[in-house]
């Protein structure tokens, strides 16, 4: 039997309890047939006398010490998320502290995400203990994506910026204390080598990937990756999923679990592809009472456009797996072929049914809970402020997270979240307001805010349509947000 073998290099990170994953229980699912696995034991690859450590050899060789990524293609950041096994986003330590959507140079690891992969939840884990634990994290870009000017590079989707991760569990180190996040992945068997060729350490990563696929690590295993849900999915409703009821009406977990239920498509975004799905429910309560409840589910698609999402009012038969984020349900890996449709591919079973999830209306104290979570809301409501992030891979697109009040009763808090991929428009007047919270506000003016602009009007109150969600600050506290899904759906109700 092959091994799993657990990293012994930087010791500090406590990588036994990452790489050393538990199996999921997800094939446990009532009705599904539990796949056939096989036990796991545990060694450490450096224990066998032909085992190389390429990280060992790698070192970082440019002082970062005074240097920002943005301006010089290397400096210190901070984690704000680590996204999955090649991806994550930072800040610079100083400069500029909006968002580094960073993609990983010379690596692609298995999907954990939009889709899910075999072995990519252990990469995923893999990348995120390196980050967590790290006193110091490093970016630098590859000399010959820049041209051997210090300058950072963008990906090819034009929103990320291709990086490599060095990281220490030194309070003080010196260079030679980092460790390449990106050759680690391919050393360990949790990524092949891609895109390598000319790369300022294109033979550490060719000889790491051709030593883990001899060690037959992880991606290159023989055997089932102990954390992919290989079992077939199991039909239920929107009401299973959002309360955690088991198909034998007892408390389940769906998370991680591959299932097909039926639901009316009714906002299409914030993400591109993905869509807010929602389903009136008709059940006897505990009471004996008839109850008919509203439910959602965000489809995300890892930005793939799939034509049965794009329309509002389609009924579809939906099967994925159900993941978490932020505290908030949604369903990934879905799939969807008009030319080679596979059994587990969404179905429209019918058109035109917008009115049937025609957005909820209230008021803030309503939708501030978690009965109406990723169902579409229309509220209006009162900024009192906020703030803006910019993606630095561009000069103007901006996220917002709007602190807001119910028109009518300031003590119902619900805020606003808009992605930086929506442009905020108030029609023949106003265009981007960039991080000018103060305008959202009602404190500054469109002249205030916008150069050469003689309109003086404030916004009063912002009308919002969008799905419900809900984050957890730092502190550990719950808020409940409307995330715009289409500029569309937001209305500046302006003074005269």
């Not at 260079?175 to 050393?187: G, K, P, R, S, T």
């Not at 008709?282 to 509203?294: D, I, K, L, S």
Request: net charge negative.
């Amino acid at each position: 039997m092959k091994k799993k073998y657990i990293s012994a290099f930087l010791s500090g990170l406590v990588l036994a309890g990452l790489v050393a994953c538990a199996p999921s229980n997800k094939s446990e699912v009532p009705s599904s047939e539990e796949p056939t696995s096989t036990s796991v034991s545990y060694a450490n690859p450096e224990d066998d006398p032909s085992w190389v450590d390429y990280t060992k050899q790698v070192k970082l060789t440019k002082d970062y010490v005074g240097k920002e990524f943005l301006k010089s293609g290397i400096g210190e950041v901070t984690l704000v998320t680590k996204v999955d096994g090649d991806t994550a986003h930072f800040k610079q330590k100083t400069g500029n502290t909006g968002t580094i959507k960073g993609r990983y140079n010379c690596v692609d690891t298995p999907e954990s995400t939009g889709m899910f992969e075999p072995w990519g939840h252990g990469a995923s884990e893999f990348n995120g203990e390196l980050l967590k634990n790290a006193k110091h994290i490093v970016l630098s870009t590859d000399s010959l994506d820049n041209g051997n000017e210090e300058k950072p590079v963008l990906d090819s989707t034009g929103g990320r910026y291709l990086v490599y991760v060095w990281v220490t569990t030194e309070e003080n180190p010196v260079l030679e204390d980092f460790i390449n996040v990106n050759l680690a992945l391919c050393q360990y068997g949790w990524s092949k080598a891609k895109g390598v060729t000319g790369k300022d350490y294109q033979d550490p990563f060719l000889n790491a990937s051709v030593q883990a696929q001899n060690f037959k690590l992880h991606l290159w295993s023989d055997e089932l990756d102990p954390d992919f849900n290989y079992a077939d999915p199991v039909k239920i409703d929107l009401r299973m999923i959002n309360e955690g009821i088991g198909s034998d009406g007892q408390p389940y977990d769906w998370v991680g679990s591959k299932v097909t239920f039926e639901a009316i498509v009714a906002g299409v975004g914030p993400d591109q592809g993905a869509a807010y799905v929602n389903k009136d429910i008709t059940y006897t309560n505990n009471a004996g009472a008839t109850v008919t409840q509203r439910y959602g589910m965000y489809i995300f698609t890892q930005y793939i456009v799939y034509a049965p999402l794009t329309e509002i009012g389609n009924e579809l038969e939906i099967t994925g797996t159900v993941s978490e984020y932020n505290g908030v349900l949604q369903v990934v890996d879905v799939s969807y072929s008009a030319l080679y449709p596979s059994d587990d591919d969404m179905k429209v079973i019918s058109t035109g049914k917008g009115d049937e999830v025609a957005p909820l209306t209230g008021n803030a104290g309503k939708f501030a809970s978690d009965a109406y979570l990723n169902c579409m809301v229309s509220v209006e409501l009162v900024c009192t402020g906020g703030y803006a992030t910019l993606n630095t891979a561009t000069t103007n697109a901006y996220s917002f997270t709007l602190y807001c009040h119910d028109k009518d009763n300031p003590s119902e808090e619900l805020n606003i979240r808009i992605v930086d991929s929506i442009s905020i428009k108030y029609p023949g007047t106003l265009k981007r307001i960039g991080d000018n919270v103060d305008f959202f506000a009602g404190k500054k003016s469109i002249a205030d805010s916008l150069e050469g602009s003689t309109d003086t009007r404030k916004v009063q109150s912002i009308s919002i349509t969008g799905g419900l969600v809900k984050y957890t600050t730092s502190s550990g506290r719950t808020t409940y947000q409307v995330n715009l899904c289409k500029a569309a759906g937001l209305t500046l109700n302006m003074s005269e």
